[in-house]
């Protein structure tokens, strides 16, 4: 069996969600009706936790498990789910990757800005490197079509060092049970985006892009026009659908599934002629990927979860090369399906053959490179 043990002191997790429901910033927002906006800060934290035990009734249609956020997910919590990692893999985490966990919709552009400072705050002020891994980087999110982006974007660079990207979700899909996660239908080409495109590539930071697989077309012009910049794809494209059936009328039938394959293989090979993108092999276990139409036990078994994910993951790996891939376990949001040594333990079944070199860069060493991981010590 492949492990990493000897390979790498630890894994790089790039793609970990910290949150507390009675503090996080989105967790404040439900607050908006009964107050007015400035005011909601001040809702009793008593109030906040009882309303931290109620989940958003858009929850389950985002493929979220209810369960996972009536209770903080904070470095010990995470550190407890990556126990196992070591009985799998040989080693555990040494450093993560926060991506703020903005899930719940905020009713305004200005009001996600103010939000992502706030979460921003809350995720440096964590005790990493005492009570779980260390921070390696914080991504930022942040809508670079707002006017006020480039000064948002500075406000929260002179927070601290370690905002190494901003992570944007543009993602939208036809299927009315799948959630759109963007206002603006092709959003990357709009004039505002572009505009604020320029700022992060000003400021020589990664761009996160989060969208469906049938959208990833349009990364291809934008990793044209601004060859500099670092662009990552998440969770392998996000081919809703792939495995079986999700929203409404998503991959129902065999050819449908097909033509969902088909098309991610497409613009998988379109956008890895690209130097500058790079495809973060995350998001696993999301149940949107047609696991099954509830969001906990889907998939079963490490065997099941490699036999299903292995054809995506070597053609992933085949077009992009060893040194332009990331892994991300989307703790804590895969769980539900796919705990973090299971995932691990699974593509090491897939790419184990592959030799130590592209694992040594998958689970550490691409990471450390992209997100720039040892620059600068955490302020």
């Known amino acids: 069996m492949t492990t990493l043990e000897g390979l790498l002191p630890g894994i790089v997790d790039a793609h970990v ?18 107050s007015h906006l400035p005011m909601k800060r001040f809702v009793p934290s008593p109030v906040l936790w009882v309303a931290s035990k109620f989940g958003s009734g858009d929850d389950g249609r985002l ?40 899930w ?3 009713k305004s552009p200005e009001a996600l800005m ?34 006020e982006f480039a000064a948002q974007l500075d406000r929260q660079l002179e927070l601290s060092d370690r905002v190494r990207g901003v992570r944007f979700k ?32 000003e400021r020589d930071l990664v761009f996160v892009s989060f969208a469906y697989s049938h959208q990833l077309g349009q990364l291809d012009m934008l990793a044209r026009r601004f060859p500099e910049t670092t662009i990552v794809v998440e969770h392998l494209g996000m081919p809703a ?16 599934r097909a033509e969902i394959l088909g098309l991610w293989r ?11 993108v790079v495809l973060k092999i995350s998001g696993l276990g999301l149940s949107n990927l047609g696991y099954g139409r509830e969001t906990s036990g889907n998939i079963g078994t490490r065997e099941v979860l490699a036999d299903m994910i292995g054809p995506l993951v070597l053609h992933a790996v085949d077009r992009f090369g060893p040194d332009r891939v990331v892994f991300g376990s989307d703790s804590p949001i ?32 691409n990471a450390q490179r992209i997100y720039r991981m040892d620059d600068t010590a955490l302020k």
């Not at 959630?179 to 700022?199: H, N, R």
């Not at 792939?242 to 449908?256: E, L």
Request: one cysteine or more; hydrophobic letters at 40%; a negative charge.
């Open 17 to 34: 969600h910290y949150f507390n429901p009675a503090r996080s910033s989105w967790a404040l927002a439900r607050f908006e009706r009964l």
């Open 63 to 102: 493929g979220l498990d209810p369960s996972l956020l009536r209770s903080a997910y904070e470095p010990a919590a995470y550190a407890r789910d990556t126990d196992a990692l070591y009985r799998v893999a040989g080693v555990g985490v040494s450093s993560v990757v926060a991506i703020e966990a903005h």
């Open 104 to 106: 719940r919709a905020l």
């Open 114 to 147: 103010d939000s992502s400072y706030d979460e921003l705050k809350y995720v440096l002020g964590l005790p990493h490197g005492k009570a779980g891994p260390d921070l390696g980087a914080a991504i930022s999110v942040v809508d670079p079509r707002h006017k």
């Open 170 to 201: 543009w993602a939208q899909h036809p299927d009315p049970e799948i959630p759109d996660w963007c206002d603006e239908p092709d959003a990357v080409a709009s004039t505002g985006f572009l505009k604020g495109f320029e700022a992060i590539a």
């Open 241 to 256: 659908g792939a495995f079986g059936p999700t929203g409404a009328r998503t991959g129902t039938t065999a050819a449908a």
């Open 266 to 276: 497409e613009r998988i090979a379109m956008i890895a002629q690209r130097p500058n």
């Open 334 to 365: 895969d769980r539900p399906n796919s705990t973090i040594d299971m995932t691990v333990g699974a593509l090491l079944d897939v790419l184990g053959e592959r030799g130590p070199h592209l694992l040594q860069q998958l689970f550490a060493k």
